[in-house]
T-cell receptor, first 108, second 116 residues
Framework: GQQLNQSPQSMFIQEGEDVSMNCTSS?????WLWYKQDPGEGPVLLIA?????ELTSNGRLTAQFGITRKDSFLNISASIPSDVGIYFC????????FGTGTSLTVIP | ETGVTQTPRHLVMGMTNKKSLKCEQH?????MYWYKQSAKKPLELMFV???????ENNSVPSRFSPECPNSSHLFLHLHTLQPEDSALYLC???????????????FGEGSWLTVV
């Protein structure tokens, strides 16, 4: 089946720094989704990408759909403490496939 | 508020108990899912219902029994669970059929289950 590899697995950054994480797939996706999960809560959709090359922003978050359709990137600018959580990428195929997550810690 | 509501949010049960998790979605979707999320593990798909019919059962033990009475409601009936079943159980919904371009999955807040 399709696998989504997400990196880095974890990040520890200072408040105010920018963050970048990515997700790669062994197969082509037609949609890329990015979620954030707070401790003890369900994942919440941050950004959805539907077209290769698409660049979409949601506040301080920016995500890009890779031109090869096998990867996607999520950037967070000027991080703040509430950005703490686990970020997941996902893509729909025969089912929804999820990355293993990037755990983000923001140090005030 | 994601449009997918799960109850209870927390549940502690003994290994001989019978309990149920409930999920309700208000998004007009026709596909609903149960996922299990254990500590430091990826999301594990348990069950998929599309148009109220079960289309996927990823070899889940029979002590977990799903029920989908209509397109807005999904239950997970639990009986004789084991301590290793303790996890966060997530309900989700999407449009029906094979997920394709433009399809998006929305999650509930999760039900924390502890088996003692």
């Amino acid at each position: 089946g399709q696998q989504l590899n997400q990196s880095p697995q974890s990040m520890f950054i200072q408040e105010g720094e920018d963050v970048s994480m990515n997700c790669t797939s062994s197969s082509i996706f037609n949609t890329w989704l990015w979620y954030k999960q707070d401790p003890g809560e369900g994942p919440v959709l941050l950004i959805a990408l539907y077209k290769a090359g698409e660049l979409t922003s949601n506040g301080r978050l920016t995500a890009q759909f890779g031109i090869t359709r096998k990867d996607s990137f999520l950037n967070i600018s000027a991080s703040i403490p509430s950005d703490v959580g686990i970020y997941f990428c996902a893509g729909p195929g025969n089912q929804f496939y999820f990355g293993t997550g990037t755990s983000l810690t923001v140090i005030p | 508020e994601t449009g997918v509501t799960q109850t209870p949010r927390h549940l502690v049960m003994g290994m001989t108990n019978k309990k149920s998790l409930k999920c309700e979605q208000h998004l007009g979707h026709n596909a609903m899912y149960w996922y299990k999320q254990s500590a430091k593990k990826p999301l594990e798909l348990m069950f998929v219902y599309s148009l109220e019919e079960r289309v996927e059962n990823n070899s889940v033990p029979s002590r977990f029994s799903p029920e989908c009475p209509n397109s807005s409601h999904l239950f997970l009936h639990l009986h004789t669970l084991q301590p290793e079943d303790s996890a966060l159980y997530l309900c989700a919904s999407s449009h029906p059929g094979s997920p394709g371009a433009g399809n998006t999955i929305y999650f509930g807040e999760g039900s924390w289950l502890t088996v003692v």
